[in-house]
């Protein structure tokens, strides 16, 4: 997911273009990365960068800064929103109906109908290509529905929740870096390359592990004593336990003898999203901030613009100076503004990404490179009532006994630490699977305490 510019040395991502190394997963990450030997390719960012601070609203045609302290909203144009949303937070009653409602919703019953529009549906679009409206929040923000049911307020929680169990900061290395206020990181080879890549060359040195490259699965089977894999052109390969990270509708074409979990897995659908990455060569503006989100409102096709250089300098062409942004287009909008992904008009996206940049960040001048990606079905829709499905499937896998766990971004989470945490987590207990055991988790109220985590 990282592409290297072979003449100029330049890094674009692909995929996430930094993972957030905050609270409990983001302890085990880096207690990972540690174990791993990658902590000398780190670079992190502290809460002091103003890539950590600085984020932008495309309103209007101009940037409009988020606020991002006390100071920050008292000083804000939209100051009287802020500020009413803040006390209609705080004398709130928290809502237990136990049923999931749309991130819109939750915000607009939580803070108002005008901050519930300026906030919730930039920030769903930059997350998950999405419409707030559209969203669960249970299954995009769960740590937002706990700490309602806990505290009653999202504000009073902010400053009173523990954020980070001590026992995850047993590793020296995740200790370090969150009492030095670590907020995000990449690595020198890229979020893509580094991670992956170390994590296959050790498993490459193990005796007792296989690894298939450049082979797509065709069938998998879960159920005794026939559990098997089939790659392209292969014959089946007979295991004890499947441990899945394809995503929902691959792997449900792939269960070709469970039809009803295959139905549920297709009902998870993904959003296709187009990437244009942009080099510019003597950029006089000053972009000190991690991006800006853009409304659908405002621009539905496009979602939102990073500002690389700003983050990860250490990734820009060595030889001269430049700057880099990376345009984020479509996602759910995808086929009302470009048509079909297999037939859509990558000029057509190049031309808009240009004006974008014209319009928002005042850059008229032309790039000295220009990359067009369109990723298919790369990103999960969480929709209302997405954790009852992920629940409805773990309960019949159980009941069903099939020797299969879930991990990946289509249940648990789909940023890259609820990944890696998720996959630690399925993965540590099957010592008990294997001695008939058919839980992916001990119990579904553990299934609610993971997704809460």
Not at 207 to 224: A, K, L, Q
Request: hydrophobic residues 35%; glycine residues 6%; contains cysteine.
């Amino acid at each position: 997911t990282t592409r290297k510019d072979v003449p100029t040395d330049a890094l674009f991502e692909l995929g996430p273009h930094s993972m957030r190394c905050v609270g409990d997963n983001g302890a085990r990450v880096l207690a990972l990365i540690d174990e791993i030997a990658l902590n000398q390719e780190v670079v992190p960012i502290t809460k002091h960068h103003p890539a950590a601070k600085h984020r932008y609203l495309g309103l209007n045609g101009a940037l409009l800064p988020l606020p991002h302290s006390l100071k920050s909203v008292l000083q804000h144009p939209y100051r009287k929103h802020f500020i009413k949303a803040i006390f209609r937070d705080l004398f709130t009653k928290g809502r237990y109906s136990g049923t999931d409602e749309s991130v819109y919703m939750f915000f607009k019953r939580r803070f108002g109908r005008e901050l519930a529009e300026l906030l919730s549906d930039p920030m769903c679009r930059g997350i998950a290509a999405s419409d707030s409206r559209t969203l669960g929040v249970s299954g995009m923000f769960p740590h937002l529905v706990k700490m309602e049911h806990q505290s009653r307020s999202i504000i009073k929680a902010m400053y009173t929740t523990e954020t980070t169990r001590l026992d995850y900061l047993e590793n020296q290395f995740a200790r370090d870096a969150h009492f030095d206020g670590w907020r995000m990181l990449n690595f020198n080879k890229g979020t893509g390359s580094s991670c992956p890549g170390q994590l296959l060359n050790m498993l490459r040195d193990k005796h007792n592990v296989d690894i298939y490259d450049n082979s797509p699965v065709e069938r998998i089977s879960v159920r005794n004593p026939g559990v098997s894999v089939t790659v392209k052109g292969g014959k089946p390969r007979h295991c004890d336990h499947v441990v899945s990270a394809l995503p929902a509708h691959v792997l449900a074409d792939c269960l070709k003898d469970e039809e009803a979990l295959a139905a549920n897995l297709k009902d998870i659908k993904f959003t296709d999203v187009a990437l244009v990455s942009l080099e510019f060569k003597d950029l006089p503006v000053d972009l000190e901030a991690f991006g800006c989100l853009i409304p659908s409102y405002e621009n539905p096709a496009v979602l939102g613009i990073i500002f690389d250089s700003s983050i990860f300098p250490g990734s820009d062409t060595p030889d001269y100076k430049s700057y880099r942004l990376s345009l984020m287009l479509g996602g759910e909008w995808f086929a009302d503004n470009f048509g079909h992904p297999d037939s859509c008009d990558k000029g057509l996206m190049e031309k808009m990404a240009l004006d974008t940049v014209r319009q928002y960040l005042g850059i008229s001048s032309k790039p000295s490179q220009c990359h067009v990606d369109v990723l298919q079905k790369c990103i999960p829709h969480y929709t209302v009532g997405h954790r009852n499905k992920v629940k409805h499937m773990f309960r019949l896998i159980t009941e069903e006994k099939l020797r299969l766990s879930l991990i990946g971004a289509s249940y648990l989470g789909a940023g890259i630490p609820d990944c890696i945490c998720n996959a630690i987590d399925h993965t540590e207990p099957l010592h008990a699977i294997m001695n008939d055991r058919y839980f992916p988790f001990a119990s579904l109220e553990e299934l609610d305490e993971a997704a809460n985590a």
